[in-house]
């Protein structure tokens, strides 16, 4: 690292090798900028597309596993109508059996209407002696016996076979219901199960686009790592031209005037974070200890004094952080 003049560094800025260089630096710069970002929102995208495949494939597991609990229900239900259908089967057969004897007790009902009927002729009609109208009245009594006995076990009979059909039609009834809701879960576990598939298959094209992504963000990060090797070349080469220190943001002289001091020239604007306003190529003097965290104006002769530097430096340090001064200009020195 040289040691200058302010005069020197500002005709070394101000010439044709150092325009010339600074052009070259400005697009090595640029294109690590252009790389730098296209390696970034590459390697988001590829972030994204892993974490959208990993997600559509947690559903089509969910989905898969909604369409076996689907199944696994229309499989229940089916089971179920299937075995209330036996069910209505055999109460089916009972109830057969009952309506035949039914049918024989209104046979015989009827045929005791008939006796009873006649009995009833029998005692209405006059008698010649005593001893026959006993008899006659004794047989309708009989007759009414028998008719009220048969005609109980008629009712009984006809009110079971009434309940066995109601039971016969609640169970085709709830047959029925079951299997058309096993009919239903079954539609609806072939839908999820080719969601599922969809899914799976979504899955697999976003794993595939993510390795591409991926393959092109390593392509822009070889890319991004040459071009900063072309800027850092670039920061080299300066050193090499112009007897300067490079640093990643400054290009620094030693002063000739002054041992405990150099000259800072910016490689770009700093919006914040200095205690002046810099702009890019503007010169200012630094101490050797503090360096660019605390920047003055660049000047010929010697620098601020110790206890003056500390003192200035606590004023920017404590008091408020403006970067430049009430018209506009850097803060004097």
């Known amino acids: 690292m040289k040691a200058v003049r302010l005069a020197e560094v500002k005709e070394l800025l101000s010439g044709q090798p150092f325009a010339a260089w600074w052009s070259d630096l400005g697009r090595a710069v640029a294109a690590l900028k252009e790389a730098r970002v296209r390696h970034e929102d590459l390697v988001a995208q590829a972030e994204m597309m892993e974490l959208r495949s990993e997600l559509a494939q947690r559903a089509a597991i969910d989905a898969f596993s909604r369409g076996g609990d689907a ?63 006993a008899q006659a009245e004794t047989a309708l009594r009989e007759a009414e016996r028998e008719h009220a006995r048969v ?23 709830k047959s029925c219901e079951r299997a058309l809701l096993a009919a239903e879960h079954d539609a609806g576990a072939r839908v999820i199960r080719r969601d599922a ?30 071009a900063d090797r072309k800027r850092v070349e670039m920061l080299r080469t300066a050193q090499e031209r112009f007897g300067c220190m490079a640093g990643d943001g400054w290009l620094y002289w030693r002063s000739r005037d002054d041992k405990r001091s150099a000259f800072a020239v910016a490689l770009a604007d700093l919006p914040d974070g200095a205690n002046v306003e810099v702009k890019a190529l503007s010169i200012f ?49």
């Open 71 to 133: 199944e696994d229900r229309g499989r229940a239900e089916a089971a179920e109508a299937q075995a209330l259908e036996n069910r209505a089967l055999e109460l089916v057969g009972t109830y057969e059996e009952h309506r035949f004897k039914t049918s024989d007790l209104w046979y015989r009902l009827g045929g005791a209407e008939k006796r009873l009927e006649e009995r009833r002729e029998a005692a209405a009609a006059p008698a010649d002696a005593a001893k026959a109208k």
């Open 285 to 333: 003097t630094v101490g050797l200890q503090r360096g660019v965290s605390f920047l003055e104006p660049a000047r010929e002769g010697l620098a601020l004094t110790v206890e003056e530097g500390d003192r200035r430096f606590e004023e920017y340090l404590l008091g408020p952080r403006k970067g430049t001064g009430g018209d506009g200009t850097p803060p004097a020195p």
């Open 151 to 173: 005609r109980g076990e008629y009712e009984a009979a006809d009110q079971r076979r009434s309940k066995l059909w109601g039971e016969v039609e609640e169970a085709w009834s």
């Open 197 to 226: 598939e969809r899914l799976f298959k979504e899955a697999e094209e976003r794993r595939t686009r993510a390795k591409q992504l991926r393959a092109d963000a390593d392509a822009a990060g070889r890319e991004r790592a040459e």
